[in-house]
């Protein structure tokens, strides 16, 4: 069976510094989401990477893909409180007729100091 | 649209009572996912349908969990008995049949079993 592992498990940075967070497949990723969870709530979609070699990005949060597919890092640039949370990568693994199971990673606890 | 809803959004209950979780998926969705998160074992899917039809539940633990989805609009997850070890976030997660769409997921249910 296909396993995420995230790293680190946790990270607390001075608010405008930049991070990043490592997703590593144990397998090929057909697909990869990243997620992002606030305590108490569901996750929120950021991202979806499907090439090798595929980057995106959304505001200051930029993904890529490696040209092997089975490792994904999620970049903050100028971190702000607002990306406090909890950040998930999911695995597509089986696609039935076109929705995707998804694995999960432990999860990187972010915590932004001011 | 009001995404993924889920009731309730907490539940306290007594070892050995049933309890049983609802989902509303968001309309035009065709595949509805049942997810478990701890902090030991992170998010974990259960069990997931495709047009109301149960696909793989080979995440549900034991006899003790069933899951139903009577309609496109609706699902339940149903545990009896509960058990102190079945502490945990619930959430439900909907999408559309597309290899590019991403699960939507609801705010959870926080179960406590004493």
């Known amino acids: 069976s296909q396993e995420l592992e995230q790293s680190p498990q946790s990270l607390i940075v001075q608010e405008g510094k930049n991070l990043t967070i490592n997703c590593t497949s144990s397998k090929t990723l057909y697909g990869l989401y990243w997620y992002k969870q606030k305590y108490g709530e569901g996750l929120i979609f950021l991202m979806m990477l499907q090439k090798g070699g595929e980057e995106k990005s959304h505001e200051k949060i930029t993904a890529k893909l490696d040209e092997k597919k089975q490792q994904s890092s999620l970049h903050i640039t100028a971190s702000q409180p607002s990306h406090a949370g909890i950040y998930l990568c999911g695995a597509a693994t089986i696609a039935f007729q076109g929705a995707q199971k998804l694995v999960f990673g432990q999860g990187t606890r972010l915590t932004i100091n001011p | 649209d009001a995404g993924v809803i889920q009731s309730p959004r907490h539940e306290v209950t007594e070892m050995g009572q049933e309890v049983t979780l609802r989902c509303k998926p968001i309309?035009?969705?065709?595949?509805l996912f049942w997810y478990r998160q701890t902090m030991m074992r992170g998010l974990e899917l259960l069990i997931y349908f495709n047009n109301n039809v149960p696909i793989d539940d080979s995440g549900m633990p034991e006899d003790r969990f069933s899951a139903k989805m009577p309609n496109a609009s609706f699902s339940t997850l149903k545990i009896q008995p509960s058990e102190p070890r079945d502490s945990a976030v619930y959430f439900c997660a909907s999408t559309r049949d597309s290899i590019t769409y991403e699960q939507y997921f609801g705010p959870g249910t926080r179960l406590t079993v004493t």
């Open positions: 309309s035009g969705h065709n595949s």
